[in-house]
């Protein structure tokens, strides 16, 4: 998640730091189209890296894990939904990434705020009191663990539990802002 939104921040601000982005938007007047091609390409590519390494890691775990009998199959329940959020996890990321980059356009200070709001951020919001439960849920590696998890949370425990639909609402609703906003901004901004 974190090497996909650096990258995908680096869709975004590379053009800016190298002056490049004079030449793109002579070429394609139209910056919103530009900010979407970039959005497709971003995600389409760390899609299939996210399917490649997720499916990866999944056999590969899986076979080290039938030498001890404790494999799970394909066809387990909640397999399938784990390893579709795992794989959609590095294209949220890059989207994020490209969202702030294009915000701030300013390498290192993208991808420090990069690497605090998709990773150090969750942790500091506890699940024990709503609030801060509901901010915790609203972030896009709590909403990932939630989405592993196919067994449902203890009703005994004190802390507040993310719901499966509202975790797939924040993969959906994360990258859409992020990349409405780059848009909107590219748009009324000066190279």
């Known amino acids: 998640m974190l090497v996909a939104g650096s990258v995908g921040a680096l869709t975004v601000v590379s053009e800016y730091s190298s002056g490049l982005i004079n030449t793109t938007t002579v070429a394609v007047p139209a910056r919103g189209a530009v900010v979407l091609a ?78 605090f709001t998709l990773l150090m951020l969750p942790p500091i919001f506890s699940r024990s009191a709503r609030w801060s439960a509901a901010v915790n849920h609203a972030m896009p590696v709590t909403a990932w663990k939630r989405l592993a998890q196919h067994w449902a949370p203890d009703p005994h425990s004190l802390a507040y539990s993310a719901t499966v639909p509202g975790s797939w609402a924040v993969y959906a609703i994360w990258p859409l802002i992020a990349v409405v906003l780059a848009t909107v901004v590219v748009r009324d901004r000066d190279v």
Do not use: D, E, Y
């Open 38 to 115: 970039k959005a497709v390409v971003a995600a389409a590519l760390w899609t299939t890296v996210g399917t490649v390494i997720s499916t990866g890691c999944f056999l590969i775990s899986q076979a080290i894990l039938n030498g001890q009998q404790a494999g799970v199959p394909l066809t387990h329940t909640g397999v399938v939904p784990a390893l579709v959020a795992s794989v959609l996890l590095a294209p949220v990321g890059a989207l994020i990434g490209l969202g702030f980059g294009a915000l701030i356009r300013h390498s290192a200070t993208t991808m420090v705020t990069s690497a």
